[in-house]
């Protein structure tokens, strides 16, 4: 997949977060069931400028990713404009190549840097593509839905919550996808009659929250993206001069692994994903 044509000065950032469990070494197995797609952020609503401004994605049973061949697209501009400055018009993910371990649901965030737009509308629009294989042999077939959000960036606006947007009162009204997969086919899944989406199975609470903007921080800090992203603050290495005994050095080797951990698999989701 290509790079973003337009990085600059809409900075970036790419991660994938599977409710901040750490992926496993095999890939899910899949099973009959129904696989779901929700945009769980942003909403139609007006948020305050931010250095990491969040977009969500929440892939349900996402082991079916696979066998569907399930792909998005999804561009995002200000106003009218496609080609305004800050555009993002060749964004996307390949699901089928993840590996989604047994993290359901599944998210799947952006991160874009609004600070350099105060003021403005935005749309952001996506389109999932799927593969059906009907019950006659060697036969598929491409399925494509799409859907559009547009949210405002204001200074009067509020700062972004996952947590508020994917509770008990507001999950109903993330917009979403659903196919049921009866059974599988040579080279993809055989669906049946469409299910009715349940966002509401796909919420952030404030762990995965927290998680999510400490992996983006970690990803917009990289030496990649740090010169795209300089109001973002950027955790440093701390010691204490006083930590001289063998439990203390253990404990400073534990963080120095976790902070390494962080960065590879940060590494891994901007490979996956870039």
């Known amino acids: ?31 009959p069931g129904i696989f779901e797609v929700d945009a769980l952020f942003p909403r139609n609503e007006t948020y305050t400028p931010q250095a990491l401004m969040p977009i969500v994605f929440a892939l349900q049973n996402p082991a079916l990713a696979s066998p569907l061949v399930a792909s998005m697209s999804w561009e995002l501009w200000e106003g009218n404009n496609y080609t305004s400055p800050g555009s993002v018009t060749d964004g996307g993910f390949e699901f089928a190549t993840l590996d989604f371990s047994s993290n359901d649901p599944f998210l799947v965030t952006r991160i874009v840097n609004t600070l350099a737009y105060p003021d403005g509308f935005w749309t952001l629009s996506w389109s999932l593509e799927i593969y059906n294989c009907s019950q006659s042999e060697h036969s598929t077939q491409s399925i494509t839905v799409s859907n559009a959000t547009v949210f405002t960036i204001s200074r009067s606006g509020r700062a972004p919550d996952l947590v508020a947007a994917t509770s008990a009162d507001m999950c109903g009204t993330a917009d979403g996808y659903a196919f049921n997969v009866t059974s599988f086919g040579d080279t993809c899944g055989v669906l049946g009659s469409s299910p009715t989406t349940n966002s509401c199975a796909a ?8 998680s ?14 740090r010169p795209q992203n300089p109001n973002i603050t950027c955790p440093t290495s701390t010691s204490k001069s006083s930590a001289s005994s063998a439990d203390a050095a253990g404990r400073s080797r534990m963080a120095a692994a976790s902070t390494l951990f962080t960065l590879l698999a940060t590494l891994t989701a901007l490979i996956h994903l870039g």
Do not use: E, Q
């Open 1 to 31: 997949m290509r790079a973003f044509n337009h990085v600059c000065p809409l900075a970036w950032a790419a991660l994938m977060v599977g409710l901040m469990t750490a992926m496993g070494d095999a890939t899910a197995t899949a099973s």
């Open 212 to 225: 999510i903007y400490a992996a983006a921080t970690a990803s917009a800090c990289s030496p990649l993206y």
């Open 203 to 210: 919420t952030i609470d404030p762990a995965a929250a927290s």
